[in-house]
């Protein structure tokens, strides 16, 4: 039997490249961020993209985290969502 532990997400997303894009390609409007009771944003995201500052009533958004994955935009319709400029964003190996 294999008793090896899974790998954790943390180690997974070290072994990632990114290449920046100048440009956020992940837009929510924030007027509508601050009547948001739940920010699911800032629980779904795999790569914690998305940090909701209490205090200052300010989300923020590292979208050169971003693993393009999706989900935001499945469960938030303010999140204007789009990839980043061809040859820009994550880029993952295989293997
Ligand atoms: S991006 Fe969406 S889920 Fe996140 S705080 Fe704004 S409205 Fe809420
Ligand atoms: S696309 Fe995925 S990784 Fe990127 S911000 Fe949305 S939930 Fe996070």
Known sequence: MDNKQPEKIEDKL?????????VCHLLPESSKCLQ?????CTIICPANVYNYNEA???????????????????????IKWSYPKSGKGVHFKKG
């Open 14 to 22: 070290f072994k990632l490249k990114y290449k920046t894009d100048t």
């Open 56 to 78: 200052e009533k300010k989300l923020t958004v590292s979208y050169e985290k971003c693993l393009e994955c999706g989900a935001c935009r499945l469960i938030c319709k303010n």
């Open 36 to 40: 948001c009771i739940d920010k699911t």
